[in-house]
């Protein structure tokens, strides 16, 4: 069964940066385009960002563009997210999914796999 593992999670001052990374258990999504999301208590699931497999088509969430920076090593079969500047309302669960559609409008649809996210806390 194919797994997506997150890693990088952590507590962090505002300002501040952290680097989340996604691994597969498999080569399953080297072929496919890999996004991450995030939720935070309460609130509805997020679109952070998406990168297409070739790393040729990268979307990104109004609200961490120009912040963030979504890459992939498919060699090591690992999707990252550095996240940068980071604010308090960054605060969230960041899960990796793999093998949805995203355009420059959007989230098309979401894949099959999930992560089971990994804590991100940016205090004040």
């Known amino acids: 069964q194919v797994q997506l593992t997150e890693s990088g999670g952590g507590l962090v001052q505002a300002g501040g940066s952290l680097r989340l990374s996604c691994t597969a258990s498999t080569r399953t999504f080297t072929t496919s385009t890999m996004a991450w999301f995030r939720q935070a208590p309460g609130k509805e699931r997020e679109f952070v960002a998406s990168?297409?497999?070739?790393?040729?088509?990268?979307y990104y969430g109004d609200s961490v563009k120009g912040r963030f920076v979504i890459s992939r090593d498919n060699d090591k079969n690992t999707l990252y997210l550095q996240m940068n500047r980071l604010k308090p309302e960054d605060t969230a669960a960041y899960y990796c999914n793999g093998g949805g559609a995203y355009s420059d409008l959007g989230v098309m649809r979401t894949g099959d796999y999930w992560g089971q996210g990994t804590q991100v806390t940016v205090s004040s």
């Open positions: 990168i297409s497999w070739n790393s040729y088509a990268i």
